[in-house]
């Protein structure tokens, strides 16, 4: 494996497209061992963390390295007699967790920051229950740095992110979401409306209008009644926008 990984992976010579393949190849055989909780598993996890720093691939191998947890779909299953231990999840996530959040610079225009952004956000649906507020907890300083990235999309697969902590509604998530409501909220309305100069996705949108859906269900009144005569002015707002996903989001959002 490490031959593969030399010469089909880490090689920057070689053309992004064959390195991305065998990359998929190598994340499919860590999925594998980290199932398993095979003692080889973690340090070939920590060799696609290590490609992050390398523009080409970074987002890519973000990705992949995201996915590892999650098996559905996967002929990874019980069903194929794979041997998946149990808490594995937890394993990789305290073994990488700290790493992560370690290794993690807010630089401006880092390749490396934005791989870990988009790590964390692919990861995030699959925390399990255990360990899901510790782990978010853990999360929540990288994630809001993002809620400020220039990248669209990676903004929108952030604040996805939160939609996913808030729609599970795990317990003790909502006491994580309580301590930063207020930036949350004022992020979210921020990334609702188009401004001149500041063109917003669909996507984006949509992702903030759910967010707010979510929050409203998951936190007691006290909490979010100081920001809503604030909220619902910018929900009418909304709800003349072009997109009819966005207006569709903004009535729900109400």
């Known amino acids: 494996m490490e031959k593969f990984w030399s010469d089909n992976v880490k090689d920057s010579t070689l053309p992004v497209m064959k390195r991305n393949e065998a990359l998929m190849i190598w994340s499919a055989v860590c999925q594998a061992l980290v199932a398993r909780n095979h003692p080889k598993a973690f340090p070939m996890v920590k060799k696609i963390l290590g490609l992050f720093d390398d523009a080409t691939i970074s987002q890519h191998a973000a990705r992949c390295f995201g996915q590892i947890p999650n098996l559905e779909g996967s002929t ?4 194929n007699h794979a041997i998946i231990r149990l808490l594995y999840v937890q394993k990789l996530l305290n073994t990488i967790g700290p790493e992560i959040k370690a290794n993690y610079t807010p630089a401006i225009a880092s390749a490396k920051s934005d791989a870990y952004l988009t790590a964390v956000s692919t990861l995030t649906p699959s925390i399990p229950k255990g360990t899901y507020t510790q782990t978010i907890d853990a999360f929540i300083p990288l994630l809001l740095r993002g809620l400020e990235l220039q990248d669209l999309a990676l903004r ?11 729609t599970k509604n795990e317990k003790g998530a909502n006491e994580v979401i309580a301590t930063h409501l207020g930036t949350l909220i004022g992020a979210m309305l921020k ?11 669909v996507r984006l949108k949509v992702c903030a209008l759910r967010f707010l859906t979510g929050v409203a269900g998951m936190m007691n009144q006290e909490d979010i009644q100081p920001f809503k005569s604030r909220v619902l002015r910018e929900l009418q707002v ?3 926008d072009r997109s009819k996903a966005v207006r569709h989001e903004a009535v729900a959002a109400r």
């Open 76 to 79: 990874i299953s019980k069903k």
């Open 156 to 166: 929108a697969n952030v604040i996805d992110s939160f939609v996913t902590i808030v």
């Open 191 to 201: 990334n609702i409306r188009t401004e001149e100069g500041m063109p917003l996705t």
């Open 238 to 240: 909304v709800l003349d």
